[in-house]
């Protein structure tokens, strides 16, 4: 039994001409022209019947001639345009060309017959002139304007359908979808529109008119033809937007890039047209006249193809909507040709199977296949490697995953895996001649760590300090927008050494200063730069939000019996551009009543440029070759967030106005109505992205954040023992989900649009996930070490958060109020850890009090702060058992 196979016809390869060029150049013109032969047919009648009723010669001899001229324009012109139309059409989507045949092939019947009746009409019209009887000769332009008319009224049908097939979809009724939803006001839009470009290429032939007073007159009457109609014209256009169901409606005025242009078009040019009609309609120079006509000929042309770019991308991304894609895969088929690929059912590739051999031709054929009829290669229209420039081939299988998603005006991509890595090194690497980028080797710069001696047998004191984050991505490019702030936050307990140990609280001061080389940030970002357009204030140079700087006092927090210095200005620049991306800060307390030192230590602050979002942005690492945020990578995040939400982020920041993300996605709004309106900026990125990075990925969130090169993120002991952040945080589309219900049971309505293709891999389905909170509802340690045990299982249950931000890992204590921080290290550099800058910064305190890498007082050691002995576990259970990964 024969193959049935879905995609039946071959690819007309364009290339240059791809890309819909070709079909919108013609299609353009022939509509112009199409659309002048209605509306010029009345044209004519209507004059010769004013050249009649006023006993005008010159009015009879100007309608004799513009008739050979409308005969020359509409039936040789516009009738071999219109067959360029179904021969263009018919090779580059023969399946939609074939679903308009199969379904209407009376309506176009009927059609070419009105149309015979026009052909014939107009000549006997035009030869017979004036040798005629009038009342017959007449009858045969009110004939050709009848003919012309109902061409129009077939033709509207069929067109309207492709847009709004409305019902047919479900009964496949020819009426159904001749008489769809935008039928009616598309009608009257296209006639008014045509009466229009009667008036307009009038003036074209009245120029010619040597008599003055003759050519006064007929250009004045031209321009009531141009200037009553458009009034109508205006009132139509809104009924026929107001008609379009939602969908399309939406895509028109919020959802496609591409069309704002073609708006801000049709718009602008309305008055001047109108303008037009109206200069043309007083007395003027002549000359200036056929400047104006020659004007409002181009602007017509322009005006006509704006609205018929309109409407043609109000159907993306499909051909007929809701039927078939601009791909011409059956919206019927998608699912079936994803789980058996694009290849095997396509009648015309050669490569049914994909190998590392043939990948490359393979990729070729699926380009063909499923991108040429919307793209060009190197042409005017959607050129692809302008589109694809920016992408590495992560990017680009990226892209072609989430294509269809969220950005709806292009068709989901069908291929099955190993073809999304076809097409993506096709592009990539053929037609962009991109090569695998291979990791750079840098030298790791030499530091030299200050630590500080402790000695068990004198020293009274224990100071343990933490910071905030264990992992910290910041911008130093601040120029286009702005993501999070240098400042990191500090934390430290002053323990005094004894049987019982205490928290050391009152008559001390606690001081903090970045180690040397680190303290004028300032020179390295420009963040203090924009800060005034960021936050609405100026910050001062090397000050953070709070005003802290690069060293201070630090603050005691009676509610966690801890102090604390807050958004310390800290990047990971040295003075002189070195890349550190865990500098130190050096904490030290003193006894304010007699001015000694009591304890000094120190905290590796982790600060990272190293963001992944030149991999689908574009651009490279701005410094150094290893890091940094540049321009060409900012400027297409913005233009990115310009073009899908119709912002313009890209204007503020060129005015020296760059804004804060944070600015509408934050979780505390200025405004109850942008609350509703935005999601919070944790939900906005990870929902987007979960949408088109893969979940065969591995390991997503490392494409991202930090992860490679000097700044590892995630560099604690979970990491050490092969667990990845799935593991506590859920995969992906789990971790994005809870975040959008969040969002969604608040009121924010684009969380469904960010949720609708994303499934579940931990729940079986939406339904049965949490909302979670950001930076509030967290994983929780306990979740795994139920009982502060060794673990039973490596994956942190669904739905089990921390409660609030009081209850997060970093902000808990035990009961004599020694914060989890202040012993095991903070979030997701948990000692023991690791650092490519060496232990000292990655274990900097277990490596000063007990000279290993292990949490403070593991292993039994808890002579540390206590000078007995200890056998009661009085800080949390199953304390005092030795540590499982010791060695």
């Given at each position: 039994m024969p193959y049935n196979y879905i995609i039946n016809y071959p690819v007309w390869e364009l290339d240059f001409l791809g890309g819909g060029f070709l079909i919108a150049f013609i299609a353009v013109i022939h509509v112009y022209v199409a659309h002048f032969a209605v509306g010029g047919g009345l044209f004519l009648v209507l004059t010769e019947m004013k050249g009649y009723r006023e006993n005008s010669f010159g009015i009879l001899e100007y309608t004799r001639k513009h008739t050979r001229f409308f005969l020359l324009v509409s039936m040789v012109f516009g009738a071999i345009t219109g067959v360029g139309i179904w021969f263009t059409i018919s090779l580059l989507n023969p399946a939609a060309t074939s679903i308009l045949i199969h379904n209407f092939v009376f309506g176009f019947a009927t059609e070419w017959v009105f149309f015979l009746g026009e052909i014939v009409a107009l000549f006997v019209y035009y030869y017979t002139f004036g040798k005629m009887n009038r009342r017959q000769h007449l009858a045969v332009g009110w004939l050709y304007f009848v003919f012309g008319w109902l061409s129009l009224f077939v033709i509207n049908g069929i067109v309207t359908f492709m847009l709004t097939p409305g019902e047919w979809l479900s009964t496949k009724s020819f009426w159904d979808g001749f008489f769809n939803p935008s039928f009616w006001p598309s009608l009257f839009f296209r006639t008014f529109m045509a009466f229009m470009l009667a008036g307009l290429f009038g003036f074209i032939t009245s120029s010619v008119i040597k008599e003055n007073d003759l050519r006064n007159k007929i250009q004045s009457y031209c321009a009531r033809w141009l200037i009553i109609p458009f009034i109508f014209l205006i009132a139509s256009a809104s009924w026929?937007?107001?008609?379009?169901?939602?969908?399309?409606?939406?895509?028109?005025?919020?959802?496609?890039?591409?069309?704002?242009?073609?708006?801000?078009?049709?718009?602008?040019?309305?008055?001047?047209?109108?303008?037009?009609?109206?200069?043309?309609?007083?007395?003027?120079?002549s000359p200036l006249k056929i400047i104006v006509t020659s004007s409002l000929v181009v602007m017509g042309l322009l005006y006509m193809g704006s609205f018929e770019w309109i409407r043609e991308a109000g159907r993306r991304p499909y051909v007929i909507y809701g039927d078939i894609y601009s791909n011409s895969i059956p919206v019927k088929e998608i699912d079936f040709i994803r789980n058996n690929g694009i290849l095997k059912n396509s009648r015309w590739a050669m490569n049914k199977e994909i190998d590392d051999k043939n990948q490359l031709m393979a990729g070729k054929e699926i380009?063909?296949?499923?991108?040429?009829?919307?793209?060009?290669?190197?042409?005017p229209v959607n050129d692809i490697r302008k589109a694809a420039k920016k992408y590495s081939l992560y990017g680009m299988e990226s892209m072609l995953t989430g294509m269809g998603k969220i950005n709806e005006y292009m068709p989901p991509f069908p291929g099955s895996g190993k073809e999304v890595k076809a097409l993506a090194a096709y592009i990539v690497k053929e037609l962009n001649g991109r090569k695998d980028e291979i990791p750079s080797e840098h030298s790791i710069p030499s530091l030299k760590t200050k630590t500080f001696p402790f000695d068990p047998s004198k020293d009274q004191y224990v100071l343990l300090g933490w910071t905030g984050q264990g992992m910290h991505s910041i911008l130093d490019n601040n120029r286009f927008f702005g993501l999070s702030n240098p400042g990191t936050t500090i934390y430290a307990q002053l323990i005094k050494r004894g049987k019982s140990p205490e928290i050391v609280t009152a008559n001390i001061e606690l001081t903090y200063r970045i180690e040397d080389g680190f303290d004028t940030p300032s020179s390295q970002t420009d963040f203090w730069k924009h800060s005034k357009a960021l936050y609405g204030r100026q910050i001062k140079e090397n000050e953070g939000l709070s005003g802290n700087k690069t060293e201070g006092k630090m603050d005691y927090d009676e509610n966690i019996m801890a102090y604390s210095a807050a958004d310390i200005p800290v990047v990971p620049y040295r003075k002189d551009g070195a890349y550190i991306p865990f500098p130190v800060i050096y904490i030290e307390a003193k006894d304010v009543q007699y001015g000694r030192i009591l304890c000094s230590t120190g905290i590796s602050v982790p600060a990272s440029t190293e963001m992944g979002c030149r991999k689908c942005h574009g651009g490279n690492w701005a410094k150094n070759g290893v890091t940094g945020l540049s321009d060409e990578t900012a400027l297409d995040i913005v233009r990115a967030h310009d073009r899908s939400n119709r912002t313009d982020l890209e204007k503020l920041a060129q005015a020296g106005n760059p804004q804060m993300c944070s600015k509408c996605h934050s979780e505390d709004q200025a405004s109850p109505d942008t609350s509703a309106k935005h999601l919070n900026l944790s939900a906005s990125i990870h929902g987007f992205h979960a949408n088109y990075i893969s979940k065969n990925d591995p390991d997503p969130c490392s494409n991202c954040h930090p992860s490679s090169g000097f700044s590892k993120s995630y560099r604690g002991i979970h990491s050490n023992v092969g667990l990845e952040c799935s593991n506590c945080h859920g995969k992906m589309e789990d971790h994005a989900l809870s975040l959008l219900v969040y969002e969604k049971n608040k009121g924010v309505k684009s969380a469904e649009k960010l949720m609708k293709h994303l499934y579940p891999r931990l729940a079986d389905s939406v339904t049965q996930i949490e909302p979670r909170k950001p930076w509030a509802n967290q994983p929780d340690c306990l979740n795994c070490h139920i009982g502060f045990n060794p673990p039973d299982t490596d994956q942190s249950p669904q739905n089990m958060w921390t409660r609030d931000t009081k209850s997060l890992y970093k902000m808990?204590?035990?009961?004599?109020?020694?914060?989890?921080?202040?012993?095991?290290?903070?979030?997701?550099a948990e000692y023991p850890a690791t650092n490519i800058f060496g232990d000292e910064r990655a274990n900097f305190q277990p490596l000063m009090y007990q000279k290993n890498r292990y949490p403070i007082g593991a292993n039994k050691n808890c002579s540390i702060c206590h000078t007995v002995d200890m056998k009661e576990e009085i800080h949390h259970p199953n304390m005092l058992t030795i540590f499982r990964n010791f060695n």
């Open positions: 026929y937007i107001n008609s379009l169901p939602e969908p399309q409606k939406l895509m028109i005025l919020q959802s496609s890039p591409e069309i704002p242009p073609f708006i801000k078009a049709f718009l602008f040019l309305s008055p001047l047209i109108f303008a037009g009609g109206v200069l043309m309609a007083v007395r003027i120079s380009f063909m296949f499923m991108c040429i009829s919307c793209h060009s290669v190197g042409g808990r204590s035990d009961e004599a109020g020694i914060m989890c921080p202040a012993c095991h290290g903070i979030t997701h």
